[in-house]
């Protein structure tokens, strides 16, 4: 099993969330999934990479930051806007899981419509 499936199935395992990769448009993939409350989770790198190449690039050099996004769902498709995006622009591949852990338990939140989280040296800024 490759790193990258790896990670998929922890976080599949843990939050029973499938995630699939899907080519966004130029260039540009996503994993995206559904929750049970029918909202999408969507996660890019901040560059837009695919997974398997995304991993390529890390093993030789820095981590690419991961955005989280939960939107509600929009005739089967996920809305334009997030109700919900948590941002580390330092987080490594293998920490997608805990930003996951970390956005659904802000979606279980009675306020999170709407809010932008950025993570930053162990530290939570909202918006």
Not at 61 to 69: H, K, L, Y
């Amino acid at each position: 099993m490759s790193m990258g499936e790896v990670i998929l199935q922890k976080i599949k395992d843990a939050y029973g969330i499938a995630l699939d990769e899907i080519h966004t448009g130029g260039g540009c993939y996503a994993l995206e999934g559904r929750l049970e409350t029918g909202h999408w989770i969507v996660a890019t790198d901040l560059d837009c990479h695919s997974f398997r190449s995304r991993l390529g690039f890390e093993w030789d050099g820095p981590a690419m930051g991961w955005c989280v996004g939960i939107y509600e769902d929009d005739n089967g498709w996920w809305s334009e806007e997030a109700v919900l995006q948590v941002t580390d622009d330092a987080a490594a591949a293998w920490q997608l899981p805990k930003l996951i852990e970390f956005a659904l338990s802000q979606l279980q939140s009675s306020n999170y419509p709407g809010r932008e989280i950025m993570l930053s040296d162990d530290t939570a800024r909202t918006r």
